[in-house]
């Protein structure tokens, strides 16, 4: 593994870390209107409904495998990201990234986000499954909720489902993540190439522009791929015996289609703050490994 590679990664670490800090309250509050649409009226109403069950520390479930999903998926993300815009500008006889247009990003982009798929399912449906487990039929009682963890939740799902339990919605992860990283670095790109002025280079416009164009990102992301989220987030928890297409079909047949953007507002917020931070804090450490390696 090449210097390159290894700054990719550790950046999009640290990124990861910190968009998870960010944006885990608001991803939680749209992982539990995607998957129980019915238990709540609106985004406020949820909010309220958690803090008056679970209080602060009831939006930020799910924080450890969270975490663990953020840092394995950018880390692999980026590095591969990295590696793939090298590959599209060998095939395009370019010498530099810089020289890449919008459009071959999103390309690049979308063969990173198989890589970060396989790293991603696992832990994001364990990440899934503790944020809702309170809205689950689980035996009543506060010690119930105190003594499952993410090691309890992922030994049960190996134990009765086996391996391939903890890639379950690896289709519909796929399905989400490979057009959908296609926008989300094509849109970041393009973003920071209408902010950078003439003879400025992107990796010089600074914290807040780097910030905005991190937010357009995921913003860019969500807005396509959000009706593939709710999918992938029902079938992750709620484990239909049928495959992506029916149960689909079954889900807007019983609930309309508009149920596939429940969820939408509280996204599209944490995405815009969450994914600013995950690609500041990518450029800074960036920019410090360049200059201390």
């Keep these: 593994m090449n210097s390159a590679a290894i700054h990719d990664l550790l950046s999009g670490i640290a990124g990861a870390i910190v968009s998870v800090y960010v944006g885990q309250p608001l991803d939680?509050?749209?992982?539990?209107?995607?998957?129980?649409?019915?238990?709540?009226?609106?985004?406020?109403?949820?909010?309220?409904?958690?803090?008056?069950?679970?209080?602060?520390?009831?939006?930020y479930a799910g924080?450890?495998?969270?975490?663990?999903?953020?840092?394995?998926?950018?880390?692999?993300?980026?590095?591969?990201?990295?590696?793939?815009?090298?590959?599209?500008?060998?095939?395009?006889n370019k010498n530099h990234h810089e020289q890449l247009t919008p459009l071959e990003n999103m390309a690049a982009g979308s063969l990173a986000a198989i890589f970060a798929s396989l790293a991603l399912c696992p832990t994001e449906l364990v990440k899934c499954r503790i944020q809702t487990m309170n809205d689950m039929q689980l035996p009543k009682g506060n010690q119930m909720r105190k003594t499952i963890s993410p090691i309890d939740i992922t030994r049960n799902i190996i134990r009765t489902e086996g391996i391939r339990g903890l890639y379950r919605g690896l289709t519909a992860t796929l399905a989400r993540e490979c057009p959908g990283y296609g926008f989300f670095f094509g849109g970041y790109e393009?973003?920071?190439?209408?902010?950078?002025?003439?003879?400025?280079?992107?990796?010089?416009?600074g914290f807040v522009k780097t910030w905005i164009s991190g937010g357009m990102a995921g913003i860019c992301f969500w807005i396509f791929m959000f009706?593939?989220?709710?999918?992938?987030?029902?079938?992750?928890?709620?484990?239909?015996?049928?495959?992506?297409?029916?149960?689909?079909?079954?889900?807007?047949?019983?609930?309309?289609?508009?149920?596939?953007?429940?969820?939408?507002?509280?996204?599209?917020?944490?995405?815009?703050?969450?994914?600013?931070?995950l690609f500041m804090t990518y450029e800074q450490v960036q920019s410090f490994l360049r200059r201390a390696f």
Excluded: W
Excluded at 72 to 88: D, H, T
Excluded at 190 to 205: A, G, Q, V, Y
Excluded at 242 to 270: A, Q, S, V
């Design 28 to 59: 939680t509050i749209k992982t539990k209107l995607q998957i129980f649409p019915n238990h709540y009226k609106n985004f406020f109403d949820c909010v309220q409904k958690i803090f008056y069950k679970d209080g602060i520390h009831g939006f």
């Design 63 to 92: 924080t450890v495998p969270a975490l663990l999903a953020n840092v394995a998926e950018n880390g692999v993300l980026f590095m591969a990201y990295g590696r793939c815009q090298s590959l599209i500008c060998l095939l395009n």
């Design 190 to 205: 393009l973003t920071r190439s209408l902010l950078t002025k003439e003879n400025e280079k992107k990796t010089d416009i």
């Design 227 to 277: 009706p593939i989220d709710a999918i992938k987030s029902r079938i992750q928890v709620l484990k239909p015996n049928m495959n992506i297409m029916k149960y689909t079909i079954k889900l807007i047949r019983h609930e309309g289609f508009t149920t596939l953007y429940t969820g939408l507002l509280p996204t599209l917020i944490r995405s815009f703050f969450a994914t600013g931070a």
